[in-house]
Structure formats: structure tokens, C-alpha cells
T-cell receptor
Framework: AQSVTQPDIHITVSEGASLELRCNYS??????LFWYVQSPGQGLQLLLK??????LVQGIKGFEAEFKRSQSSFNLRKPSVHWSDAAEYFC????????????FGRGTQLTVWP | GAGVSQSPSNKVTEKGKDVELRCDPI?????LYWYRQRLGQGLEFLIY????????KSGLPSDRFSAERTGESVSTLTIQRTQQEDSAVYLC????????????FGSGTRLTVV
């Protein structure tokens, strides 16, 4: 069965600092991979996704993520965090062969200090 | 519509009462998903509709939960005899059903059972 692990429940960074949020997945083949962001009281917004090809994908709001097959990881990065990036971030995987449910990690809460 | 619309946005109900939550997907989206998000938790899959196929109900936590969808339009999630542990944000999402494009989420219904 698929599973997604986000080992960091809460991360705090200073504004302007770099950010990396970790995500590991468990799946026999290469899944489709996603990062979503959820601001307080809001639904989830898609930041970026990986299907195949270039393992470094660019998303919205200056985020990027790198797929590493050998590590079963899909970590999210941003070179310089803004105060508005404070939110909860979810990594998700979907089986690559069929459309179906997304499996979500438990989320990482990001706090940004001014 | 332009996005996934959920109603009501907030619902407070007494323990033991039935509630209905509504989701209007993006027009033309054949796939529709319901997830539950308890406070401080990740997203818990409930049910998935894809076109005219039989829904995937594998995530429904008990027989008090049911969901319907008419064609490729509105879906309702019904919780009978609500319990306090049903308190959560119920998120609906839809997608095109054409490969892994990621979901578009609604803003959710916050259900509080008192």
C-alpha cells in the first residue's frame, strides 16, 4: 500500500531564509507526486506536481521540488521564504497507472519569523 | 463554476442529528473526492466517484457515513446520528479524470458536533 511520510510536523524559519520540507513515499513504482499548501481556513492549493521527466520541478510562488528515486523522496524547497508562506504543506502521491485517490502525508506546519 | 464550491462553510449540530454536506465540482470534472481533516491531522480519504463507475467507498469510517453523486454534478455527503468524533473539516475535490492532473479542492465545510 502507498504511504507518505512527512517527518517534520512543525518547522520555523526566519523570513528570507531557505526552506526544505521533506517527503518520503512508499510505493513499488514511480508514482505521481504532488505538494499542496493550505492556508488557515482555506482549501488546499496545488503548488507543483511531478509525473515524469526532469526530476526538478518548478511550481508556483517560487517553490521547487526534486524527485529522487533512490531515496523515494520528493522534497520541497524555496530559496528565500516570505512571511506569506506561513501555512501547512502536504505532500501527496497517486498511483501512476490509474486515476484515483491521492495519499497524503500528515502535513508540515511552517511558521515564518519576521 | 470556476472552482469547487462547498456548502455550508460551517455547520454546528447536536450529537445524534443527521447532517448533509454539499459539493459542487468544477463543470466537466468527472472525478470527485471527499476527504476529512481532523484538527491537527492530515487528510483522511472517505470516498471517490469517477464518472458512472461504482464509487470507491473504502474510506468511509462507518455505516453512518454515505455519499451520493448524480452523474457528474453535485455530491452530498451525509452523516447520520452524528458523534463528537465526527467534528472535522470535510473537504471536497474534483479533477478532470484524464490522467494525473492533481485535484482542485473546495474550501471545506467545518463541522462541529456539540
Amino acid at each position: 500500500a502507498q504511504s507518505v511520510t512527512q517527518p517534520d510536523i512543525h518547522i520555523t524559519v526566519s523570513e528570507g531564509a531557505s526552506l526544505e520540507l521533506r517527503c518520503n513515499y512508499s510505493y513499488g513504482a514511480t508514482p505521481y507526486l504532488f505538494w499542496y499548501v493550505q492556508s488557515p481556513g482555506q482549501g488546499l492549493q496545488l503548488l507543483l506536481k511531478y509525473f515524469s521527466g526532469d526530476t526538478l520541478v518548478q511550481g508556483i510562488k517560487g517553490f521547487e521540488a526534486e524527485f529522487k528515486r533512490s531515496q523515494s523522496s520528493f522534497n520541497l524547497r524555496k530559496p528565500s521564504v516570505h512571511w506569506s508562506d506561513a501555512a501547512e504543506y502536504f505532500c501527496a502521491v497517486q498511483r501512476g497507472s490509474t486515476l484515483g485517490r491521492l495519499y497524503f502525508g500528515r502535513g508540515t506546519q511552517l511558521t515564518v519569523w519576521p | 463554476g470556476a472552482g469547487v464550491s462547498q456548502s455550508p462553510s460551517n455547520k454546528v449540530t447536536e450529537k445524534g442529528k443527521d447532517v448533509e454536506l454539499r459539493c459542487d465540482p468544477i463543470s466537466g470534472h468527472t472525478a470527485l473526492y471527499w476527504y476529512r481533516q481532523r484538527l491537527g491531522q492530515g487528510l483522511e480519504f472517505l470516498i471517490y466517484f469517477q464518472g458512472n463507475s461504482a464509487p470507491d467507498k473504502s474510506g468511509l469510517p462507518s455505516d453512518r457515513f454515505s455519499a451520493e453523486r448524480t452523474g457528474e454534478s453535485v455530491s452530498t455527503l451525509t452523516i447520520q446520528r452524528t458523534q463528537q468524533e465526527d467534528s472535522a473539516v470535510y473537504l471536497c475535490a474534483s479533477s478532470t479524470g484524464q490522467g494525473a492532473g492533481g485535484y482542485t479542492f473546495g474550501s471545506g465545510t467545518r463541522l462541529t458536533v456539540v
